[in-house]
C-alpha cells in the first residue's frame, strides 16, 4: 500500500464509522490530494458504488469565509449520497453534518476542458433545487486546502428536488434555506461565481485538468450560495430556489 492509499483507506473508514480524523500529518501537493480523493472513491466503487457526477466547492464568498479557504475543489458524487425530496435521512450516517442550499445541473452530454458558458448551458438537460449535506471527516470541521480535496471535498449526501427545463436565466435566483420553518440562509444564484453556470464551466475545466469528462446523465452540484448550518436528528429541513421550487428532507436520529 502506497503512502496515497494508506491516507485514503484512513478517510473512507473514518466515513464509514462517522468517527472524526486530525487533520492529515502529510504534506500534499494538490495533485497528490485529488489522488486520494480518486482512491478513496475507487474503495467505495469496490463496494458497489456508483459514479453520478461531481460537486463543486467554494464557489462563493460566503463559502469561502465560513471555512477560511478561496480556491475551487471539487469532490465526486456516487448513488448512495443520493436522495430524493421528502426522504428522511439517519443523523447517525456522519460526523457532523451541515446543509447548504444549491443548484444542481443534470447533462444530456459530456462535458470537458475549455468551454464558455453557451457551450456548457447547451449540454444541460434539466436544473433543480438541492439541498448537499456536507460532513468533514476532519476533528472540529477544519482543514487545509488539501485535507478537504482528499476527503473528497466533505461530500457526504445530496437531496434533489423536481428537474425542470432550463427556459430562464439561472443568474439572480432567490436561494433559501429554512430549518423548521424558520428561515436561516438567504441568498442568490449571483452569488455562484456571478451566475451558476461559471460552476459548470469550471467544472468541466477541473476534472479534464485530472484527464476526465463530465458525462451524459452526470448531476454537477454547483456549490453553496450562503454558509452552511449544522443539522440535527428531528430537524425539518427546506430549501427554495425561485423558479426551481422547493426541496426538503426529515433527519433521524
Ligand atoms: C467543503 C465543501 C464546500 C460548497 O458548496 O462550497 C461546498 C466544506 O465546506 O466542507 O460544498
Ligand atoms: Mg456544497
Known sequence: ????????????????????????????????????????????????????????????RAKMAQMGVSDLIWGRLTDRMLHASGDTISRRAFVH??????????????????????TALAAVSAVAAAVEIIDSRYRDFKFSLTDVVADNSSSSALVIGAWVEPTFDLGNLRMELAIDGNVRQTGSSAAILGH??????????????????????????????????????????????????????????
Open 97 to 118: 453534518p451541515r446543509v447548504e442550499p444549491e443548484i444542481a445541473f443534470l447533462l444530456k452530454t459530456p462535458l470537458a476542458g475549455k468551454v464558455d458558458a453557451a
Open 196 to 253: 451558476p453556470v461559471e460552476s459548470l464551466v469550471n467544472a468541466a475545466r477541473l476534472v479534464a485538468e485530472r484527464g476526465e469528462s463530465l458525462r451524459a446523465g452526470d448531476i454537477v452540484m454547483a456549490g453553496a450560495a450562503t454558509a452552511a448550518e449544522a443539522l440535527a436528528p428531528g430537524q425539518h429541513v427546506r430549501a427554495d430556489v425561485e423558479h426551481l421550487g422547493s426541496v426538503f428532507f426529515r433527519v433521524a436520529d
Open 1 to 60: 500500500m502506497t503512502a496515497l492509499d494508506a491516507i485514503a483507506a484512513r478517510l473512507d473508514a473514518a466515513a464509514l464509522s462517522a468517527t472524526p480524523l486530525a487533520q492529515l500529518a502529510e504534506p500534499l501537493t494538490l495533485d497528490e490530494a485529488y489522488d486520494v480523493q480518486a482512491r478513496l472513491l475507487s474503495r467505495r466503487f469496490g463496494r458497489g458504488e456508483r459514479p453520478i457526477g461531481i460537486k463543486m466547492g467554494f464557489t462563493s
